[in-house]
Antibody
Framework: EVYLEESGGGLVQPGGSLRLSCAASGFTFSSYWIHWVRQAPGKGLVWVSR????????SYADSVKGRFTISRDNAKNTLYLQMNSLRAEDTAVYYC??????????WGQGTLVTVSS | QTVVTQEPSFSVSPGGTVTLTCGWRSGSVATNYYPSWYQQTPGQAPRTLIY???VRSSGVPDRFSGSILGNKAALTITGAQTDDESVYYCVLYTGSGIWVFGGGTKLTVL
């Protein structure tokens, strides 16, 4: 069974940093693109970033470009999102999603990031 | 401004059919935008319904179907059930490694 589990969320001050992880199991992790998608409280889903299967190619939404870095460790079946210079508007539940045919098929349950002083 | 447009809300009677749409502010949605659809209930992670325009995700009943209708992507639910009451999101691949979600459609079944 495909399983994705996010971790690393929490409370951080504006300007601070946080690293999220997404642990994968039940499929050949190294064969799939993986995405980060976030959802601010009471708001809709927003695509954040994506990484290809071997980690050689990444892309970002304009709102996080230059502040967030997506990476992966295929030996550990784990995806990461390094978030720097955090702002209040980055407060959201962050989901990882497995890429499939230019969409997403499986999702984790999410991890909450709160940026507040 | 929202570049991927969805109806903010829609209502359908139990057993009825409803079609939700997903537009692109800058033009027409075609299959090369690879539209996909997701269902989300409060407090839950999204659930994938359709990807690549019309491919149903594993375990999704065939009363959910995806298509291109005119210049928009569409999600049709036939035989609506009360537990279909959710928010439905579409997402489009806009090229250059960028995906954009619509604002979501809140579907009421009553």
């Amino acid at each position: 069974e495909v399983y994705l589990e996010e971790s690393g969320g929490g409370l951080v001050q504006p300007g601070g940093s946080l690293r999220l992880s997404c642990a994968a199991s039940g499929f050949t992790f190294s064969s799939y693109w993986i995405h980060w998608v976030r959802q601010a409280p009471g708001k809709g889903l927003v695509w954040v970033s994506r990484i290809n299967s071997d980690g050689s190619s990444t892309s970002y939404a304009d709102s996080v470009k230059g502040r967030f870095t997506i990476s992966r460790d295929n030996a550990k079946n784990t995806l990461y999102l390094q978030m720097n210079s955090l702002r209040a508007e980055d407060t959201a539940v962050y989901y990882c999603g497995r890429g499939r045919d230019w969409g997403f098929d499986y999702w984790g349950q999410g991890t909450l990031v709160t940026v507040s002083s | 401004q929202t570049v991927v447009t969805q109806e903010p809300s829609f209502s359908v009677s139990p057993g009825g059919t409803v079609t939700l749409t997903c537009g692109w502010r800058s033009g027409s949605v075609a299959t090369n935008y690879y539209p996909s659809w997701y269902q989300q209930t409060p407090g839950q992670a999204p659930r994938t319904l359709i990807y690549n325009t019309n491919v149903r995700s594993s375990g999704v009943p065939d009363r959910f179907s995806g298509s291109i209708l005119g210049n928009k992507a569409a999600l049709t639910i036939t035989g609506a059930q009360t537990d279909d009451e959710s928010v439905y999101y579409c997402v489009l691949y806009t090229g250059s490694g960028i995906w954009v979600f619509g604002g979501g459609t809140k579907l009421t079944v009553l």
